[in-house]
């Protein structure tokens, strides 16, 4: 796991954040999520900033296009976010979560 991954792990584990139930490295749709909340149809990927390349982003956008198409919820945080903020990259997951 990245620093960043194991900083969220840290915050979702154990059900603490408003009970959400999340599970890491998930596999949906034929491909494997950072972190993924069955019960909401909510997952989260953490980006590391080769997803700003052109090619790695084009992929990233048809990988969310195919996973929302399933029905799920996506959120993709930046590395950095999570280890700067952690508390905002939180309730932003509660928010679209529903549960706060």
Known sequence: MTDAELKLRNELRAHRLMGLCFRRQ???AGYIVDFVCPEKRLLIEIDGSQHG???VAEADALR???LEEDGWA???FWNDDVI?????VCQHIVIVSGVG
């Not at 700067?84 to 905002?88: A, G, S, V, Y």
């Open 64 to 66: 969310t296009r195919r």
């Open 84 to 88: 700067r903020d952690i508390d905002n």
């Open 53 to 55: 390349d052109g090619r």
């Open 74 to 76: 996506v959120l993709r």
């Open 26 to 28: 998930y596999p949906i």
